[in-house]
């Protein structure tokens, strides 16, 4: 019995023996006249063991089983190995068929002396910046490299983007490195399946902005500052650029690859991801989960999405655009290849005309002038092209001169005439 009973049992014990009476009980005790009269009959007819509490030595209704328990730091130790508190009890939850909290799941692991792999900095102060008012006005995009298969295959670099007003990460994907290829694609994707945004917000990366540039005599007079394949595409869309000063600055993607790398790389490793493509197949998974669980409601109802036009050409924008000046022949060269221009009903010559050179991301390539693209085929090869080829066979001949055979030159033939 403790302190408190002991009192109680000597006020009792007083009761009987007709030395004070049950009111004076109440008013020593602290308790009603009732509860006074439950107390005084409980011990006449029980003992000393009636002032006790009933659920003394009882273990609480609401107590752990020690075979779930069990199971929780069995999987903590195995399964899920590596995942934070948080995502582990949505497992467990989702997956296991064990409902627990996760105050409930962090104080199993922590009297285990298993603690949350993600370490928080020290918290800085900072004045939060207002969402967007609705979605599609904002996008932040970033790219992510990092050892998401850790070492079961090779580095890749997640390039995505994340509303500002929903937090909704309404597109993601691996590739190898972080390229404007990367991001050319990202933009046609949320266009198909959102629509164009207001603003792209993304660091100071020169896939997205010219840097230390010369401008050149043509840029001056046209007075056009020079762009990337990428700055060019978001002014085609009408898009605005922003370029963040810091990291800091567009922290709402930055706190998405904190958030990545910590739930997406657990989720990788439990289906032991090992390339790109497997890696893909459970990001598309993951991000139907993640939105689910983390979006939240925009201020304003609507969206700010722009719809393309009826007649946009998706092909003709997400591509590279290059200038070249047609030859007297109507023959342009880009790169190594030499191409050959056709009348059309519009023109019979291109000669000395400024065409647009579009590459798609699948390499096919179209030339366009003035919005038509033109017909074309690769143009014959030139004198010093074929003396190339035809010197190649003589190099392999003069290795092995057993084999050797004359070759076709069609300018020593002219020489000889």
Same mark, same amino acid.
């Given at each position: 019995?403790?302190?408190?009973?002991?009192?109680?049992?000597?006020?009792?014990?007083?009761?009987?023996?007709? %030395?004070?009476t049950?009111? /004076?009980?109440?008013?020593?005790?602290?308790?009603?006249? #009732?509860?006074?009269?439950?107390?005084l009959?409980?011990?006449?007819?029980?003992?000393?063991?009636?002032?006790?509490?009933?659920?003394?030595?009882?273990?609480?209704?609401?107590?752990?089983?020690?075979t779930?328990?069990?199971?929780?730091?069995?999987?903590?130790?195995?399964?899920?190995?590596?995942?934070?508190? %948080?995502?582990?009890?949505?497992?467990?939850?989702?997956?296991?068929?064990?409902?627990?909290?996760?105050?409930?799941?962090?104080?199993?692991?922590?009297?285990?002396?298993?603690?949350?792999? #993600?370490?928080?900095?020290?918290?800085?102060? #900072?004045?939060?910046?207002?969402?967007?008012? %609705?979605?599609?006005?904002?996008? /932040?995009?970033?790219?992510?490299?990092?050892?998401?298969?850790?070492?079961?295959?090779?580095?890749?670099?997640?390039?995505?983007?994340?509303?500002?007003?929903?937090?909704?990460?309404?597109?993601?994907?691996?590739?190898?490195?972080?390229?404007?290829?990367?991001?050319?694609?990202?933009?046609?994707?949320i266009?198909?399946?959102?629509g164009?945004?207001?603003?792209?917000?993304?660091?100071?990366?020169?896939?997205?902005?010219?840097?230390?540039?010369?401008?050149?005599l043509?840029?001056?007079?046209?007075?056009?500052?020079?762009?990337?394949?990428?700055?060019?595409?978001?002014?085609?869309?009408? @898009?605005?650029?922003?370029?963040?000063?810091?990291?800091?600055?567009?922290?709402?993607?930055?706190?998405?690859?904190?958030?990545? /790398?910590?739930?997406?790389?657990?989720?990788?490793?439990?289906?032991?991801?090992?390339?790109?493509?497997?890696?893909?197949?459970?990001?598309?998974?993951?991000?139907?989960?993640?939105? /689910?669980?983390?979006?939240?409601?925009?201020?304003?109802?609507?969206? &700010?999405?722009?719809?393309?036009?009826?007649?946009?050409? &998706?092909?003709?924008?997400?591509?590279?655009?290059?200038?070249?000046?047609?030859?007297?022949?109507?023959?342009?060269?880009?790169?190594?290849?030499?191409? %050959?221009?056709?009348?059309?009903?519009?023109?019979?010559?291109?000669?000395?005309?400024?065409?647009e @050179?579009?590459?798609?991301?699948?390499?096919?390539? &179209?030339?366009?002038?003035?919005?038509?693209?033109?017909?074309?085929?690769?143009?014959?090869?030139?004198?010093?092209?074929?003396r190339?080829?035809?010197? @190649?066979?003589? &190099?392999?001949?003069?290795?092995?001169?057993?084999?050797?055979?004359?070759?076709?030159?069609?300018?020593?033939?002219?020489?000889?005439?």
């Amino acid at each position: 019995m403790n302190q408190k009973e002991q009192n109680r049992l000597k006020v009792l014990n007083e009761v009987n023996l007709k %030395q004070m009476t049950i009111g /004076q009980a109440a008013t020593l005790m602290q308790v009603s006249l #009732r509860h006074a009269k439950r107390l005084l009959a409980g011990y006449r007819k029980e003992g000393a063991s009636a002032l006790a509490h009933g659920n003394r030595g009882k273990l609480p209704y609401n107590v752990l089983d020690m075979t779930i328990r069990q199971q929780v730091v069995d999987l903590a130790k195995t399964k899920y190995r590596g995942f934070n508190q %948080q995502h582990f009890s949505e497992k467990l939850r989702e997956r296991e068929g064990v409902p627990l909290s996760r105050s409930t799941v962090r104080r199993i692991l922590l009297t285990e002396g298993i603690a949350s792999p #993600r370490r928080r900095k020290a918290p800085k102060h #900072r004045s939060r910046r207002d969402r967007y008012a %609705q979605a599609g006005m904002l996008l /932040q995009t970033d790219g992510s490299p990092h050892d998401w298969l850790e070492g079961r295959g090779p580095k890749m670099c997640l390039i995505g983007a994340i509303d500002d007003a929903t937090s909704e990460v309404v597109y993601a994907h691996f590739q190898s490195v972080e390229t404007t290829a990367g991001y050319i694609r990202m933009l046609r994707a949320i266009t198909s399946s959102h629509g164009i945004p207001l603003a792209l917000y993304h660091d100071r990366h020169s896939i997205f902005k010219v840097t230390d540039h010369q401008i050149t005599l043509d840029e001056q007079l046209a007075g056009k500052s020079p762009q990337t394949q990428l700055g060019r595409i978001l002014e085609e869309l009408g @898009i605005n650029s922003i370029s963040a000063n810091s990291p800091q600055a567009k922290g709402r993607v930055e706190r998405l690859w904190g958030t990545f /790398q910590d739930r997406l790389v657990s989720e990788l490793r439990q289906v032991g991801a090992s390339n790109e493509s497997e890696a893909n197949q459970t990001l598309k998974e993951f991000l139907a989960d993640y939105n /689910q669980r983390f979006m939240v409601q925009a201020k304003e109802a609507g969206s &700010a999405y722009r719809q393309p036009q009826p007649d946009f050409k &998706a092909d003709q924008v997400f591509c590279y655009k290059y200038t070249r000046l047609v030859g007297i022949d109507n023959v342009v060269q880009f790169e190594q290849k030499r191409i %050959q221009i056709l009348p059309s009903a519009y023109r019979q010559s291109y000669a000395h005309c400024r065409v647009e @050179i579009q590459v798609g991301l699948d390499n096919t390539l &179209a030339i366009c002038y003035q919005g038509q693209i033109l017909k074309s085929r690769p143009a014959p090869l030139e004198a010093p092209a074929l003396r190339k080829q035809n010197l @190649i066979p003589i &190099a392999q001949n003069k290795k092995n001169p057993l084999n050797a055979t004359p070759a076709f030159h069609p300018w020593r033939q002219w020489v000889h005439r």
